[in-house]
């Protein structure tokens, strides 16, 4: 817990000051004002109103570092939770806000009050025009599904980085013109949406990310799609549709035996190839 005290030493004829404040990790920021006077009154009011406000953020903190798995839903079970599109209504029972949707309010900022909900599994903030995320986001140790698309983004907010739980990231229609590489050693995240943005290769280190289950990178400039592909065992959709593709590896695809949906459309592959892949995989739909 956080302790503040102030000592005056009244033996002093200067009236030295002593103010003391104990982080709550140990450590401890002194402030010695000298030469008490009526003006310096001021100042001690200033510190204490900082010291005050700082208290309060770590108590917010400390209140998300108590992790509690039982708020942390599966996909199915947010499919039958209530759904907040009202933060005046969301802020009536905060603790009961797993899924939070603000979605087209031309926003350039994320609330403050969204720092409320210390349970959200699901935050939607698509189509605003949002080029960063407050600091506060990356605290928010119950975020599953973060979505993003169509606002401005053109570098992945450091405080994506930070949330451990993090397993659906949707990036669709923003101004990325790369993946960033930071992202792709993300061990959590299973479903990645950048459809829509500039991206023109899909980088080695994406091949490494063996728990990936959905990869949509629909209406890009990809040229290449390399036989790396096939170290993504889990995947079950590929979304690739309207690139610059030219050639598949053709025995990589053959081998993701839990892969359901693989569009290619819209690519520059021969339509034999993709007619043999079709029939080499008949328990995946491959539109093309």
């Known amino acids: 817990m ?18 003391c404040f104990s982080h ?8 010695d004002i000298w030469n008490f006077s009526i003006r310096t009154s001021f100042v001690i009011c200033f510190l204490l109103f900082v010291i005050l406000l700082y208290s309060t953020g770590c108590q917010r903190r400390l209140e998300y570092d108590s992790f509690d798995s039982t708020k942390l839903f599966t996909l199915s079970e947010l499919y039958e939770i209530k759904t907040f599109r009202s933060l005046d209504e969301a802020l009536k029972q905060p603790d009961s806000v797993y899924k939070l949707i603000i979605f087209g309010k ?10 409320s909900f210390k349970y959200l599994n699901t935050l939607e903030l698509s189509k605003n025009s949002l080029k ?9 140790i119950y975020l599953q599904g973060l979505y993003l698309a169509e606002n401005k983004f053109s570098d992945m907010p450091e405080q994506v980085y930070r949330l451990p739980n993090l397993r659906r990231l949707r990036l669709g ?13 993300m061990k959590s995240i299973e479903e990645i ?44 959709v590929i979304n690739l549709k309207n ?14 035996q839990k892969l359901r949906t693989l569009n290619l459309k819209g690519n520059k592959i021969p339509f034999q190839v993709l007619d043999s892949l079709r029939k080499a995989m008949p328990n995946t739909k491959i539109e093309y």
């Open 2 to 19: 956080t302790s503040t005290k102030i000592q005056i030493n009244l033996n002093d004829p200067n009236h030295n000051i002593q103010s």
């Open 24 to 31: 709550p990790y140990g450590q401890v920021l002194i402030i």
């Open 106 to 115: 031309e926003l350039n900022r994320v609330p403050d009050e969204v720092y």
């Open 132 to 140: 960063t995320l407050p600091e506060y986001i990356g605290d928010m």
């Open 173 to 185: 229609e923003n101004k990325f013109d790369f993946m960033p590489e930071k992202l792709l050693e």
């Open 193 to 236: 949406y950048f459809g829509r943005n500039q991206i023109w290769e899909i980088p080695d280190r994406l091949f490494d990310m063996l728990q990936l289950r959905v990869l949509k990178l629909d209406n890009n400039n990809i040229s290449n799609l390399k036989t790396s592909i096939s170290k993504l065992k889990n995947l079950e």
């Open 243 to 256: 690139n610059k593709i030219e050639s598949i590896p053709f025995e990589e695809l053959i081998s993701l």
